[in-house]
Nanobody, 123 residues
Framework: QVQLVETGGGLVQAGDSLRLSCAASGRTFSSYAMAWFRQAPGKEREIVARISWGGGSTSYAGSVKGRFTISRDNAQNTVYLQMSSLKPEDTAVYYC????????????????WGQGTQVTVSS
């Protein structure tokens, strides 16, 4: 089992950058594929980015490609989401998720979730 804690959210202006971190408990972090999701008010939770167990593969939602970068540090049990050129439409609660066996975009296939961190981008 793994516990996830997200940090780094906040209020920024359009065009700014922000880095989210997700710290995982346990000694088997490298056994989990990791992902960032987000959920805006009144909308469904959606995939933002994901990264494979060893970090060799990444994937991004079209809306963030070229602006966001996901990375992981298995020695520090942490996954990051570097967000640049932020837009008001990026405003959402951002969640970190983990899965031992699944590497994809479906919310229902990730077993472990953090509590979320709010990102608000003002215009």
């Amino acid at each position: 089992q793994v516990q996830l804690v997200e940090t780094g959210g906040g209020l920024v202006q359009a065009g700014d950058s922000l880095r989210l971190s997700c710290a995982a408990s346990g000694r088997t972090f490298s056994s989990y594929a990791m992902a960032w999701f987000r959920q805006a008010p009144g909308k469904e939770r959606e995939i933002v980015a994901r990264i494979s167990w060893g970090g060799g593969s990444t994937s991004y939602a079209g809306s963030v490609k070229g602006r966001f970068t996901i990375s992981r540090d298995n020695a520090q049990n942490t996954v990051y989401l570097q967000m640049s050129s932020l837009k008001p439409e990026d405003t959402a609660v951002y969640y970190c998720a983990a899965s031992r066996v699944y590497y994809g975009d479906s919310t229902t296939s990730y077993n472990y979730w953090g509590q979320g961190t709010q990102v608000t981008v003002s215009s």
